[in-house]
């Protein structure tokens, strides 16, 4: 049910004492449940679903063009440092005039990242992502316990520009769609607080797809892509699930 990989990390983390047996059969139980509803969305998939698309996020941003925020969650490590100067690079000219990139980045590497992303678009201000409570994300490495993840806001910031609250939450954590995925709660939060309805959200990274399922829940148009084929399968299948709640 949980793939080989996500299986493996949970087997290691039992035995390391670092989960317990109760928190990974509930989580089992989510994954199970959240397969049932994906093969029950294959049935409102259209084929000429064209907002996703399997494909990098260079070629992706590189043809897409007047899009109002582009509102993603890159991979954190310090190999994909280089990724968010690229993908500041991109954004430049995929965004309208006084468009918003806002990008949802780990701790460890954030002067890194701060340093790539400013050569190609001006730095807004940084938000403040809370994540649930209960146990946090330790890194070891730091020797911190880590309750919440930045929000990078960049672009020009015009006349009218509507307000930012610098804090968001999430009220739950969601893994049931992809390893690295973020809530529905928390995302949509964001969605209200960075776009209005009818505006164009673009997710380069879409994984599971929640960005977009939280887009259409809140009445935005949303594009994306993923290098993953399974992953763009798996969030056109939420987001016809979705549609097709809407529509009951």
Known sequence: VMGAAAAGKVCD?????????????????KAEDAKKLLEAAKAVVRSDDEWC????????????????CILTDPPYGKEYVGLYGTLARLAATALKPNGVLAVMCGHSYLPEVLAEMTRHMRYRWEMAYLTPGGQAVQLWDRK?????????????????????????????????????????????????????PGQLIADPFL?????????????????????????VKTAQSRVALALAETVQ
């Open 144 to 196: 911190v316990n880590t309750f919440w993840k930045p929000i990078l806001i960049f672009g020009e910031q015009a006349d009218d520009a509507k307000w930012l609250g610098d804090v968001v939450k999430s009220d739950a954590n969601d893994k049931r769609f992809h390893e690295w995925s973020q809530s529905e709660s928390g995302m949509g939060r964001l969605v209200e607080v960075l776009t209005d």
């Open 207 to 231: 994984g599971g797809g929640t960005t977009a399922v939280a887009a259409l829940r809140l009445h935005r148009r949303i594009i994306g892509c993923d290098t993953d084929a399974d992953m």
């Open 13 to 29: 983390e039992i035995a390391q004492g670092r989960l317990s047996l109760a928190r990974a059969k509930r989580d089992l139980s």
């Open 53 to 68: 698309h399997c494909c990098s996020m260079e070629e992706f941003l590189g043809k897409a063009r007047d899009i109002d």
